[in-house]
């Protein structure tokens, strides 16, 4: 739930800043959704969130942590990722996710 990511985020949030580690979050979001929803369905709208949740779920490390945040948008928190390897990060999932083929009937 939000709530769950939320209090995650602070406890990560507090544990970077007590043991000066870097910590990097991401708001993920599917561009044009809201389209895509009206031309094919809600159906279509869930199918596509799951396979990208799945995605990143098999993309990230056990280590991270992802969730379901307000308005079809996902929180990821990299905890020990600094700001280079939050920008590698988050190229290399955006590459993967828009390498997918989602198909739906």
């Known amino acids: 739930s939000y709530a769950q990511i939320v209090h995650l985020l602070k406890a990560e949030f507090a544990r970077a800043r007590r043991y000066q580690i ?19 369905g809600y159906r279509a709208k869930g199918f596509i ?6 995605v990143l779920r098999r993309e990230i490390r ?11 948008q996902l929180l990821l928190i990299a905890p020990h990722t600094d700001r280079e390897g939050a920008r590698a ?17």
């Open 22 to 40: 870097p910590l990097a979050c991401f708001v993920v979001r599917v561009d044009r959704l809201e389209s895509l929803r009206d031309l094919y």
């Open 62 to 72: 056990a280590c991270d942590v992802l969730g379901q945040a307000p308005d079809d």
């Open 49 to 54: 969130l799951d396979r990208v949740v799945r």
């Open 89 to 105: 990060m988050g190229e290399r999932l955006r590459a993967t996710i828009a390498a997918c083929d989602f198909e739906v009937e």
